[in-house]
């Protein structure tokens, strides 16, 4: 859907798919005989017209086959299998959940409800969102109640799976979200758990992920039959809206170097990306110190927390989330202005997938990364997958030789050889004490 999403490429097998690099410049949601509803609920959305993907996934689905999608977050996949859904659902009668969408991550189930929701405005469809970090009471009432679409990350789907409640018995069709971010994240063997759970019986399978590896390739084998092949910007890149820039500056200064491009406000609202949750953490709480609003979003957090995170972030109430890559893909923050690398990212795919939370929605965005001596062979690769280099800069006025108040962070070999020095030393003293008592025991003797 072109106003929200970015556009892509698209290429296919099928002759679902444009030939072109972009949509016909005749194709509308109206050409794939949607019930009006949808037509309603998609205008008032402000969209027009789809994107690649939609234009190549959306009528093969609709037709009930199944489909192999590659394509990247942010091209607009979710309503590539959220309307064949919604049309199937109106348009052929049945009871029960008689759809089930699996995906990786707690936020990402929670906004492909959000979508359904404003996609199915008036048809008195009803989705639920069922992921770990909340209580499962809720839940199992709104599977006993019986609802049209399950949104689930696989842990808590299989939790619930060992209940007579959630057989769900109508499954019609299976949507695999961000396959291979699940297979990043070790998921593939509950997902291979969950479709023994369902009921045997012909069903059809969306298969939707950002890269093909073995192991998905080998699962979509297994799941799909006779799959439309749907390929949408196949070559990761970031957007070209989005303005890329690096900031050397020693590690012990990053956290002034952020506050003062703040301060400065040549930031605006911005998510940092952190390498681990105790740095996230740590960064929160350091840059709350110097009086900047900001919100931490980890795997340690709470739903609860990550989700007033999120709101409060949106809402204006903190000007800075501190996160680790668990933000990273398929979260929609719209109107956001900046993405800062607080660490390199271990991979160019992590580095093309964080900066692309920023440009979305046709706006434009700035990237930056900062870059500590010791991070230049990552650099060295990201610039190589994008086949280019990218621009330093420094920040007038800025004392890159200062030396910091405190260390951001203690290095882990350091705090090893601490606690190696620590237990020897508390060996030690038990050794002495034993030989005291020992002697004070035989004196008594």
């Known amino acids: 859907m072109t106003g929200t999403n970015g556009r892509s490429s698209a290429s296919s097998t099928s002759s679902h798919t444009p030939s072109d690099s972009s949509p016909d410049s005749d194709l509308s949601f109206a050409s794939f005989d949607l019930d009006q509803r949808l037509l309603s609920a998609i205008r008032g959305m402000g969209f027009d017209s789809p994107t690649p993907i939609q234009g190549a996934a959306i009528p093969p689905a609709i037709e009930g086959k199944d489909v192999l999608a590659t394509a990247m977050t942010g091209s607009g996949k979710t309503a590539a299998f959220l309307l064949p859904i919604l049309q199937r659902l ?47 009471k809720p839940q199992e009432k709104a599977l006993r109640r019986g609802v049209d679409v399950v949104v689930a990350t696989p842990g808590r789907l299989l939790d619930h799976f060992q209940y007579d409640y959630a057989r769900l018995p109508g499954i019609e069709v299976v949507v695999l979200d961000e396959a291979d971010r699940m297979l990043d994240m070790g998921f593939l063997p509950e997902i291979r758990k969950i479709l023994r759970h369902l009921p045997k019986g012909p069903r059809q399978t969306l298969l939707f992920s950002a890269t093909m590896p073995g ?19 196949t070559k990761q890149a970031p957007p070209s809206a989005i303005t890329q820039a690096l900031y050397p500056v020693p590690a012990e200064l990053k956290v002034d170097l952020l506050a003062e491009l703040l301060r400065r406000k040549e930031v605006g609202n911005v998510i940092v990306f952190c390498r681990t949750k105790h740095r996230a953490k740590r960064l929160s709480k350091k840059l709350g110190q110097r009086g ?137 003293r038990a050794k002495k004490n034993e030989e005291r008592r020992s002697r004070n025991s035989g004196g008594r003797r």
């Not at 699962?219 to 949408?232: D, G, K, Y």
């Not at 939370?357 to 900062?370: I, K, Q």
């Open 90 to 136: 109106l348009s052929t009668p049945g009871q029960g959940t008689r759809a089930l969408i699996v995906t990786p991550t707690r936020e990402l189930a929670a906004q492909i409800v959000e979508h359904f929701d404003d996609l199915s405005k008036g048809t008195g469809l009803k989705a639920i969102a069922i992921f770990g970090g909340v209580g499962a």
């Open 215 to 233: 192991p998905i390739a080998k699962l979509a084998s297994e799941m799909l039959r006779n799959p439309v092949r749907v390929e949408a910007q």
């Open 292 to 428: 900047i609003a900001a919100a931490e979003i980890h795997g340690n957090r709470s739903q609860k927390q990550r989700t007033d995170a999120l709101a409060g972030f949106r809402d204006g109430r903190y000007d800075v989330l501190a996160a680790t890559d668990i933000l990273a893909r398929g979260i929609d923050v719209v109107e956001l202005d900046h993405v800062v690398n607080f660490d390199v990212p271990g991979a160019p795919e992590d580095y093309i997938h964080r900066i692309g939370r920023t440009a979305r929605a046709g706006a434009s965005g700035e990237a930056y990364t900062f870059v500590a001596p010791e991070e230049e062979s990552g650099v060295r690769d990201i610039e190589r997958a994008l086949g280019r280099s990218l621009p330093r800069r420094t920040l007038a006025d800025f004392d890159y030789s200062a030396k910091a108040d405190e260390r951001f962070e203690v290095p882990v070999s350091e705090r090893l050889a601490k606690h190696r020095a620590r237990r020897k030393d508390e060996r030690e």
